[in-house]
């Protein structure tokens, strides 16, 4: 079954705990602390796979969870490194925020795409000790993994892409064309997913076609079955826009393709745009006037016509070397920049508990809603330092030190981030 949209829940692995621990061992004298560090969470990763070509694994399964670091121990071992979670996915993938829609990867090189971070280890108590703290009996937790719904979707990775209406010929010219073997039939929506193909010329060159699903008027409102796969054709660099030219069902073929060419323009404004070539079939239906006339139109359009007949390879290599031609024109296949998590202001920050604990002169916060506005804060910049400082003051944390006695050069540590305390 080809599945090209899931939504599954996503969780990185929470960090490990620092160690409390002493040195002791015999005729060493004051040997001591000696905690390590707690491990660091997985990550969550997706991998492109291209021997997988549809999002079926995740139909069923929608809960992953990557594995959380390991505690520190004694002798300053530090704890193991939590798993990474790799979840492969088809090549051309896009993680979405399924809540806000942000686009988190794209999934389409071999590079593999970090879409959450592992929760760091927390620091063992050799870390806090000082000449005044020699004994320090506490050490950080590690911070809890975050965790997100994603929305998964496939955009096929294709340089020609073919549209047109039900039964006009994209089964036949792609199966006469490459080695994809799709359904064919005198019937409408013979094709019900998308099929790709690759297309082999001379001196070693090639390229990727794409069969879409026919299209229909509405489609993009969701009539017929093409409106599931109009984000296929968004990647392609090139149109293929086959008609039947003898109007063999009773519709117009001018009419098909302003239709078409409709359709593509409301479901994405910038398909209008696409070079686009378009090819007339079943030329052996009609007689050379009509062929003439459907190309006078089309030409007059700016685009080229090429009136082929499918079945028997008539017109078709004048076509590809076409295609080849335009393709070298033409930039990669398209990729997705992903989105920067956007800061909130800190009046719409929804606030919860704050807990804060004491141990000495430090004053360590927990507050898990304050964990994921850290998550959007770069530290080596000062103007979101300047933010992070606000949203302390105006979501009361600042109130909240206070209140538990904070003086001014007291230590603030908030899970991973440490500062002095100064009115």
């Known amino acids: 079954m080809f599945i090209d949209s899931a939504k599954i829940h996503v969780k990185a692995g929470s960090g490990g705990a620092g160690a409390v621990s002493f040195r002791r061992e015999k005729y060493v004298a004051a040997g001591g602390p000696d905690g390590g560090d707690g491990g660091r969470g997985g990550n969550v990763v997706f991998q492109a ?129 490459s080695e994809a073997k799709p359904n064919i039939a005198n019937y409408h929506f013979t094709t019900l997913t998308p099929v790709l193909g690759v297309v082999h010329m001379s001196e070693g060159r090639s390229f990727v076609m794409a069969d879409i699903p026919g299209l229909v008027e509405g489609a993009w409102q969701g009539v017929g079955l093409g409106h599931q796969f109009l984000r296929h054709v968004e990647r392609c660099r090139l149109l293929l826009h086959i008609v039947d030219v003898s109007g063999s069902e009773g519709r117009d073929p001018k009419e098909d393709f302003r239709i078409i060419n409709e359709e593509l323009r409301k ?52 076509l590809l070397n076409k295609i080849t031609e335009e393709l070298s024109k033409l930039p990669p296949i398209r990729s997705y920049e992903p989105e920067p998590a956007p800061l909130a202001k800190p009046e719409e920050i929804p606030r919860g508990e704050v807990k804060i604990t004491q141990e000495g002169d430090i004053f360590m916060v927990e507050a898990p809603w304050l964990l994921q506005v850290m998550q959007s804060v770069n530290f080596d910049d000062y103007e979101s330092l300047q933010y992070f400082q606000r949203v302390l003051i105006e979501t009361g944390v600042i109130d909240h030190l206070r209140e538990a006695g904070v003086q001014e050069g007291n230590t603030v540590s908030i899970y991973d981030v440490q500062f002095d305390f100064i009115e």
């Open 49 to 177: 796979d291209d021997n997988i070509s549809t999002l079926s694994d995740y139909r069923y399964r929608r809960k992953f969870a990557a594995q959380n670091g390991e505690a520190g121990r004694g002798k300053k071992c530090f704890g193991r490194k939590g798993d990474d979670l790799i979840l492969r996915v088809p090549r051309g993938t896009l993680v979405k925020d399924a809540e806000t829609g942000r686009l988190l990867a794209d999934v389409s090189g071999d590079e593999p795409q970090v879409v959450l971070q592992g929760g760091r280890g927390g620091w063992g108590n050799v870390h806090f000790a000082t000449p005044t703290r020699q004994v320090p009996r506490f050490a950080k937790p590690g911070t809890p993994g975050m965790e997100l719904d994603v929305q998964l979707e496939l955009k096929l990775l294709a340089d020609v892409g073919l549209v047109g209406f039900p039964n006009v010929g994209k089964s036949t010219f792609i199966s006469v064309v």
């Open 267 to 318: 479901f994405n404004p910038e398909l209008a745009e696409r070079p686009m070539l378009v090819a007339g079939n079943k030329c052996d239906l009609t007689d050379e006037e009509h062929v003439a006339d459907f190309q006078k139109f089309v030409e007059e359009q700016g685009y080229s016509f090429f009136p082929i007949m499918a079945p028997i390879r008539e017109g078709v290599d004048p």
